[in-house]
């Protein structure tokens, strides 16, 4: 059996020159002497430069979106399986995980037919490339796919559960350059992640996607990539005490064993950080959780805050599958599923959420206004705090009017902050539309068009498609309209489009009237606009109660029901929770209620919470900490 050898000649995360800085451009205005010594340069010429560079610069700084929303904005392909589509075809991927590599993001997720780069996070380019070979004739291009780099080469592998598939290797993936570095893996893993242990300059294989095995992992030989030594068994499910890795919707479902899979490693301060995923990719409750050790293959240890990504609530829900990566500042996000899962279970997207590790070394990731604007890593922004945009959703269950409705696919489905509804127009004809009244005058600092699969005709990857054709107008009363974004030229396949204005808009509505479509009807899940309202915050929530069996007596304790008093001006709340009233990084977002069943507890330890109350004008104060022992 053939293999190669991988080089080291230098690192995968190099240091990038993106910005020019401030302090350096005077230096440019020479005036024929530094430090008392006469330049050889045409102060002339320099200084023409300095004008052009200048100029770019501060065009550059004002175009550059600081903020992304999710689900993020890429060309998801179509679901290619036949069988998958009977209840109509539709767009389709999960599993994702991003790498940053050589000065570029690059992510990879389930049956895409090639993968995405990005110098930004914002911006992601496709490069189509299929890593299968035709002799393995199967659907399930690159499903649940590894990327991660050892010294100056990607490295990528699929799942499968046979020993035929490749491992694949490449020094310049962004130009879809790549050789086979395995052409046989005997390692037959499903949901893998090949790990670089970098300071010990070892690799390692973790695998597993089942509702009876655990996850493994195995050392890889180092210069054949192949598994050497013991497979070991490492964590497993114990649902019986964590009530997040219930099977069902809301992990309240115990009549069916539910996935742990997913898994991926991070290495943080000489501790070991095994991932994982579960109850099921087909729930909100859709959550990533992680155990810790002191060695690569264990033993390893149920972290005191799990699930560490989990976003049950509000628009785009589910956490689960992912990955831990660091940007070009060394800070950290989370990649992972959200469950839109209508069509079919599997019909999913990707959300990124900021996340990164406490001074105790707990991971952690921020899903609190996490399908809201967020600002971007070029912000540098604290992942705690502070990467939310606070622009708030102005439109939620606001009036609407459209151009025409196709049977039960009725109009407010398109405001009422659910991925999984949407309305739909009967045509995909130029001039259908949607108008959203705000309910007053408004600041609009960004919007987001989240359209729907409705009668497309489309499966797999096309080599190129139509892209989706718009304008947005905006009216202080319904009748006299300014154009507020015009992409009637747009060529680009932008099925979660989100702009973020340059100059914020003002109004009162907001029209989206359909140009054109890649394929299908105009449907909308989410028209969404974000912004600030006129009117103020909602007041601190009066009453809130956790309510929780006692550990001695008969109930369910991984189930605490929690109940408050209606805020009059609220639109929704936001629950925090913690084992700790310091950590308490868990968040549920929840519109229109004054109850939530929160299902994903600990049956053995205290937990603390905490809400807040927000409208379309902004947040509210926090509670004080209630705990429930």
Same mark, same amino acid.
């Given at each position: 059996?053939?293999?190669?050898?991988?080089?080291?000649?230098?690192?995968?995360?190099?240091?990038?020159?993106?910005?020019?800085?401030?302090?350096?451009?005077?230096?440019?205005?020479?005036?024929?002497?530094?430090?008392?010594?006469?330049?050889?340069?045409?102060?002339? +010429?320099?200084?023409?430069?300095?004008?052009?560079?200048?100029?770019?610069?501060?065009?550059?700084?004002?175009?550059?979106?600081?903020?992304?929303?999710?689900?993020? *904005?890429?060309?998801?392909?179509?679901?290619?399986? =036949?069988?998958?589509?009977?209840?109509?075809?539709?767009?389709?991927?999960?599993?994702?995980?991003?790498?940053?590599?050589?000065?570029?993001?690059?992510?990879?997720? /389930?049956?895409?037919?090639?993968?995405?780069?990005?110098?930004?996070?914002? !911006?992601?380019?496709?490069?189509?490339?299929?890593?299968?070979?035709?002799?393995?004739?199967?659907?399930? $291009?690159?499903?649940?796919?590894?990327?991660?780099?050892?010294?100056?080469?990607? @490295?990528?592998?699929?799942?499968?559960?046979?020993?035929?598939?490749?491992?694949?290797?490449?020094?310049?993936?962004?130009?879809?350059?790549?050789?086979?570095?395995?052409?046989?893996?005997? +390692?037959?893993?499903?949901? =893998?992640?090949?790990?670089?242990?970098?300071?010990?300059?070892?690799?390692?294989?973790?695998?597993?996607?089942?509702?009876?095995?655990?996850?493994?992992?195995?050392?890889?030989?180092?210069?054949?990539?192949?598994?050497?030594? $013991?497979?070991?068994?490492?964590?497993?499910?114990?649902?019986?005490?964590?009530?997040?890795?219930?099977?069902?919707?809301?992990?309240?479902?115990?009549?069916?064993?539910?996935?742990?899979?997913?898994?991926?490693?991070?290495?943080?301060?000489?501790?070991?950080?095994?991932?994982?995923?579960?109850?099921?990719?087909?729930?909100?409750?859709?959550?990533?959780?992680?155990?810790?050790?002191?060695?690569?293959?264990?033993?390893?240890?149920?972290?005191?805050?799990?699930?560490?990504?989990?976003?049950?609530?509000?628009?785009?829900?589910?956490?689960?599958?992912?990955?831990?990566?660091?940007?070009? *500042?060394?800070?950290?996000?989370?990649?992972?599923?959200?469950? @839109?899962?209508?069509?079919?279970?599997?019909?999913?997207?990707?959300?990124?959420? =900021?996340?990164?590790?406490?001074?105790?070394?707990?991971?952690?990731?921020?899903?609190?206004?996490?399908?809201?604007?967020?600002?971007?890593?070029?912000?540098?922004?604290?992942?705690?705090? $502070?990467?939310?945009?606070?622009?708030?959703?102005?439109?939620?269950?606001?009036?609407?009017?459209?151009?025409?409705?196709?049977?039960?696919?009725?109009?407010?489905?398109?405001?009422?902050?659910?991925?999984?509804?949407?309305?739909?127009?009967?045509?995909?004809?130029?001039?259908?539309?949607?108008?959203?009244?705000?309910?007053?005058?408004?600041?609009?600092?960004?919007?987001?068009?989240?359209?729907?699969?409705?009668?497309?005709?489309?499966?797999?990857?096309?080599?190129?498609?139509?892209?989706?054709?718009?304008?947005?107008?905006?009216?202080?009363?319904?009748?006299?309209?300014?154009?507020?974004?015009?992409?009637?030229?747009?060529?680009?396949?932008?099925?979660? !489009?989100?702009?973020?204005?340059?100059?914020?808009?003002?109004?009162?509505?907001?029209?989206?009237?359909?140009?054109?479509?890649? /394929?299908?009807?105009?449907?909308?899940?989410?028209?969404?606009?974000?912004?600030?309202?006129?009117?103020?915050?909602?007041?601190?929530?009066?009453?809130?109660?956790?309510?929780?069996?006692?550990?001695?007596?008969?109930?369910?304790?991984?189930? @605490?029901?929690?109940?408050?008093?209606?805020?009059?001006?609220?639109?929704?709340?936001?629950?925090?929770?913690?084992?700790?009233?310091?950590?308490?990084?868990?968040?549920?977002?929840?519109?229109?209620?004054? $109850?939530?069943?929160?299902?994903? +507890?600990?049956?053995?330890?205290?937990?603390?919470?905490?809400?807040? +109350?927000?409208?379309?004008?902004?947040?509210?104060?926090?509670?004080?900490?209630?705990?429930?022992?």
């Amino acid at each position: 059996m053939s293999f190669f050898l991988l080089s080291i000649t230098g690192s995968g995360r190099p240091s990038v020159f993106s910005k020019v800085k401030k302090e350096l451009l005077p230096s440019l205005f020479f005036t024929g002497k530094k430090s008392g010594n006469p330049l050889p340069f045409p102060s002339i +010429a320099i200084r023409a430069m300095a004008i052009v560079l200048i100029t770019i610069v501060s065009e550059t700084s004002w175009a550059q979106q600081k903020t992304y929303c999710n689900p993020i *904005n890429i060309d998801y392909g179509y679901c290619p399986i =036949p069988n998958f589509v009977t209840q109509g075809k539709h767009r389709a991927t999960a599993d994702p995980v991003i790498t940053f590599f050589k000065g570029e993001y690059y992510l990879f997720s /389930t049956n895409q037919w090639g993968y995405w780069h990005s110098k930004d996070m914002l !911006d992601w380019k496709f490069i189509p490339r299929k890593f299968l070979r035709p002799e393995h004739k199967v659907y399930d $291009e690159l499903c649940a796919p590894s990327v991660s780099f050892v010294n100056d080469t990607l @490295i990528v592998v699929g799942s499968t559960h046979t020993k035929e598939f490749p491992i694949w290797m490449s020094t310049n993936p962004s130009v879809g350059d790549w050789k086979e570095l395995v052409h046989k893996s005997e +390692a037959g893993a499903w949901d =893998p992640q090949i790990f670089w242990d970098k300071e010990k300059d070892e690799v390692y294989e973790y695998y597993g996607s089942s509702n009876t095995y655990p996850i493994h992992g195995v050392k890889l030989n180092r210069k054949t990539f192949q598994p050497e030594g $013991e497979v070991y068994d490492l964590i497993a499910l114990n649902d019986d005490e964590h009530g997040w890795e219930r099977f069902g919707e809301y992990n309240d479902n115990v009549f069916l064993q539910p996935f742990m899979e997913g898994a991926y490693m991070n290495k943080h301060n000489g501790k070991y950080y095994l991932q994982y995923g579960g109850p099921g990719t087909e729930f909100s409750g859709y959550g990533d959780g992680v155990y810790v050790g002191d060695g690569p293959l264990g033993p390893f240890q149920y972290q005191s805050f799990n699930p560490f990504s989990y976003k049950p609530g509000g628009f785009a829900r589910g956490a689960g599958h992912g990955g831990t990566y660091q940007d070009d *500042n060394s800070d950290y996000w989370h990649v992972s599923t959200i469950a @839109i899962c209508t069509k079919n279970n599997f019909e999913r997207r990707i959300g990124i959420w =900021p996340a990164g590790f406490d001074q105790d070394g707990i991971l952690y990731s921020n899903t609190a206004y996490g399908d809201y604007p967020n600002f971007l890593p070029s912000e540098q922004k604290d992942h705690h705090s $502070e990467s939310f945009a606070g622009w708030m959703l102005l439109n939620y269950n606001k009036p609407v009017q459209v151009s025409s409705t196709l049977g039960g696919f009725q109009p407010n489905l398109a405001v009422d902050e659910d991925l999984k509804t949407y309305w739909s127009a009967k045509s995909d004809k130029k001039g259908e539309y949607i108008i959203s009244d705000l309910g007053e005058k408004s600041t609009i600092n960004a919007i987001q068009i989240n359209y729907a699969d409705q009668d497309v005709d489309l499966m797999g990857k096309p080599e190129t498609t139509k892209g989706h054709q718009y304008i947005i107008y905006v009216s202080d009363d319904n009748k006299n309209w300014k154009v507020l974004v015009d992409k009637s030229k747009n060529t680009k396949d932008v099925p979660h !489009d989100y702009i973020e204005l340059s100059t914020p808009g003002k109004g009162r509505y907001l029209k989206l009237e359909n140009l054109g479509m890649p /394929t299908g009807k105009f449907a909308i899940s989410g028209f969404r606009a974000f912004g600030k309202g006129s009117g103020k915050v909602p007041g601190e929530v009066q009453n809130f109660v956790p309510l929780r069996a006692e550990a001695k007596k008969k109930g369910e304790r991984r189930s @605490i029901w929690m109940k408050w008093q209606q805020e009059q001006s609220a639109d929704g709340y936001v629950i925090y929770f913690g084992k700790s009233p310091d950590k308490m990084y868990g968040s549920i977002m929840v519109y229109g209620k004054t $109850e939530y069943y929160f299902s994903g +507890a600990d049956r053995s330890e205290a937990y603390y919470f905490r809400i807040e +109350a927000f409208n379309n004008n902004g947040i509210g104060p926090k509670t004080e900490v209630k705990q429930a022992p």
